[in-house]
């Protein structure tokens, strides 16, 4: 009779244990997703006023460029509808003369369309160029109830690089415009992710600045950089989740196994002190692509500084590599 006893007893508590174990993971995973996808709302990216005085503030060579358009109504917004009903935005202005040349240019983790505007700068000042710069969903004025890590986002900007082919052609009178994709951080990504799939005959290279390889390498690391945790089993709960509520996993989002399909060139930027998303990231998907392609490691910087501390080589570079695919 006590043997029963005790093994009941063992049982029930195992029992607790066992449900104690189920929530604690539960709910760190569905934190760890909120955390990472969610953003506490995305306040930064959300904020286009706050967005404008930072970009000024740390690159005022382009202030008075942005004023400039603006007050003229030069930078134009646009919208367009995705297939489930979002509602995503863009900022685009032609350049000062008429060209095929165009770039879309793609922002990073809790950023938005303005604060790319340096690398708009970067082309429709220096280089000559039409841009685009969409917000990603659940960035800037683009609707979304999470951030996508580029996976997802890899079709909107597909759908933005036909709207600005589109927008460009019309008002040049051309067949189809000369298109690069750039993209920084996540964006840098995205455009890796974009570039595995087929493309349009109007899109000539991309220029990716130290994006990650994939979602799932990305979060490890911060998972033990920020909290000092391991994968397992948070990051595995958190990835099943996502795959379950969104659609997708974070080994599944890999701009890893995109870039091995890319058959367009490619220029690669990584800082090699960058530590949010390691420099062996820009190394490997460096490493992965197939055919022309180019790297620049830059030294002495952390992550998604290379242009501001080299605007001027940046520009040259950049200028150097889409001119041999852009006339």
Known sequence: ???????????????????????????????????????????????????????????????????????????????????DGTRLHALYAYADSVTDRTAVIVHGYTDNSVRMLHIGYLYHHDLKYNILLPDLRFSGLS??????????????????????????????????????????????????????????PYVRCFVEDCGFTSVWDEF??????????????????????????YGWSFSEAAARKQVEKCTLPMFFIHGDQDTFVPTWMGDTLYAHKKGDKEYWKVPGVEHARS?????????EKVKNFTEKYIH
Not at 4 to 12: D, E, H, S, T, V
Request: contains cysteine; charged residues 20%.
């Open 143 to 200: 609707e979304g109830t999470h951030l996508q890590m580029g996976w997802n986002d890899r079709l909107d900007v597909l759908r933005w690089m036909d709207v600005a082919n589109g927008i460009f052609t019309r008002h040049g009178g051309f067949s189809q415009t000369q298109m690069v994709v750039h993209g920084i951080s996540m964006g840098g990504a995205t455009t890796v992710c974009v570039s595995g799939e087929p493309q349009q």
């Open 307 to 315: 242009y501001l501390h080299f605007p001027k080589l940046y520009t």
């Open 220 to 245: 490890s690391g911060e998972l033990k950089n920020q909290f000092g945790l391991p994968e397992f089993p948070l990051l595995y709960a958190a990835s099943g989740m996502t795959k379950l509520r």
């Open 1 to 83: 009779m006590k043997k029963n006893l005790k093994k009941k007893r063992i049982i029930q508590v195992t029992g607790v244990i066992l449900i104690l174990i189920i929530a604690l993971l539960s709910g760190g995973s569905l934190y760890l997703q909120w955390y990472a996808l969610q953003a506490q709302g995305n306040p930064r990216g959300k904020d286009i006023n706050g967005s404008y005085e930072y970009m000024y503030e740390t690159y005022p060579h382009i202030r008075s460029w942005a004023d400039s358009l603006r007050q003229h109504k030069a930078l134009k917004d646009t919208f367009i509808v995705a297939d």
